[in-house]
């Protein structure tokens, strides 16, 4: 009868004790689980914000790539205009070549077309009223720091609408 004890005692201990080590086993691989859960959406919301600030990042220097060559086809087409003869709408294509460089900082091109700006308006006898319109919204792409160059530019356009 002791050995019918001792055997059932051990048998319900050793199911005791696997059930207990399953259930621990189960309980270990639930946090597992949800720990890898966890860290998997932790590291797909990383990733996310990651390839979101990335592709930000390639669409802001393709809009300044794009800017850049808007500002480079106006001085260019200014150069012509200036071959050609035509300040006044070499004047505009400098207007607009120094609203797009402005926006790329791109600042010594900015003060080239700044000075061709004023050369033009210099040989210009007269100016239509939108043309001063258009001029004058490219001035306040112009930096503050170069007061002058906006003043100037203001008072030719005075004196050119006077004229009209």
């Not at 002791?2 to 059932?8: F, S």
């Not at 005692?9 to 890898?36: G, Q």
């Not at 860290?39 to 979101?52: C, P, Q, Y």
């Not at 480079?72 to 200014?78: N, P």
Request: with cysteine.
């Amino acid at each position: 009868m002791a050995l019918l004890v001792a055997g059932a005692s051990w048998f319900t201990n050793h199911k005791l004790f696997t059930l207990r080590l399953e259930n621990a086993i189960n309980r270990f691989k639930s946090e597992m689980d949800a720990k890898v859960k966890k860290d998997f959406k932790k590291l797909s919301n990383d990733l996310e914000t990651a390839i979101e600030n990335k592709d930000r990042e390639v669409d802001k220097t393709i809009d300044k790539r794009l800017t850049l060559f808007e500002a480079e086809k106006a001085r260019i087409f200014a150069l012509f205009q200036n071959s050609r003869g035509d300040f006044k709408t070499e004047s505009l294509w400098w207007a607009l070549a120094i609203t797009n460089y402005s926006k790329v900082n791109q600042d010594a091109l900015l003060r080239i077309c700044i000075q061709r700006l004023l050369g033009s308006l210099n040989r210009i006898t007269s100016l239509e009223p939108d043309h001063v319109r258009a001029i004058e919204d490219c001035i306040e792409h112009i930096p503050r720091i170069l007061n002058t160059e906006i003043t100037q530019i203001r008072s030719r356009l005075t004196s050119l609408s006077s004229q009209t």
